[in-house]
């Protein structure tokens, strides 16, 4: 059974410029969630969606953003990109998001703005 | 603002020995996850716990929960180096998101 799949895994982008991240849940799964780790903040939730649907958004800015896609991949976006921003972006997949359900994480993307 | 804590911070520990990691949270919940993470890697699902005095047991992990106290506990029996690890635990809610601790940094010596 294949796992959460994310891609790019490593990108470096130039401050200012936007980037887009993919996320390929596991076969089945609906819920889709987004989060940031770095040193000093840890893991930080962006986002979460539920059949194009997005039910909960994390303390981002707007240039932070995301969608579902009916076949229940998700993409998220940043745009002008800042130094702080850097950072590994992990995808989780769930079945529906609700209590019970194992959350299981990608291999995640590194992002290194310079 | 919810808060998870976990304690210790750094772990170093020696092959054989027995430690436990705990989780306190500030609010109450109906999902507590544990997770491993070995460097430049994702997160491995360990366990989740749902209830009060849930306990579940992997090899040598064992983690246990205590809603009424907003505690969670891993513990760690005789020790070997493939747990060398970072361990989070992770509040979940019905709002879809995980509030993580800053992670256990598990070192375990020969």
């Known amino acids: 059974k294949a796992g959460v799949t994310q891609t790019p895994r490593y990108l470096i982008k130039t401050r200012g410029q936007q980037v887009t991240l993919s996320c390929s849940p596991i076969s089945g799964h609906r819920s889709v969630s987004w989060y940031q780790q770095t040193p000093g903040q840890g893991l930080q939730f962006l986002f979460e969606y539920f059949s194009e649907t997005q039910r909960n958004k994390g303390n981002f800015p707007g240039r932070f953003s995301g969608r579902q896609f009916s076949n229940s991949r998700s993409e998220m976006n940043v745009s002008t990109l800042e130094l702080g921003d850097s950072a590994l972006y992990l995808c989780?997949?769930?079945?529906?998001?609700?209590?019970?359900?194992?959350?299981?994480f990608g291999e995640g993307s590194w992002l290194t703005v310079v | 603002e919810l808060k998870v804590e976990q304690n210790p911070l750094f772990l170093s520990m020696q092959e054989g020995k027995n430690y436990t990691i705990y989780c306190n949270y500030s609010?109450?919940?109906?999902?507590l996850y544990w997770y491993r993470q070995d460097p430049g890697k994702s997160l491995e699902s360990l366990f989740v716990?749902?209830?009060?005095?849930a306990v579940k047991q992997e090899g040598r992990l064992m983690a246990s929960l205590d809603t009424k106290a907003r505690l969670s506990t891993l513990h760690i029996t005789a020790a070997v180096h493939d747990l060398s690890a970072t361990y989070f635990c992770a509040l979940g809610g019905s709002n879809y998101k995980l509030t993580f601790g800053k992670g256990t940094l598990l070192t375990v010596n020969p």
């Open positions: 716990l749902l209830s009060n005095g």
């Open positions: 609010t109450t919940s109906d999902r």
């Open positions: 989780a997949s769930s079945l529906t998001g609700g209590y019970g359900n194992t959350i299981y």
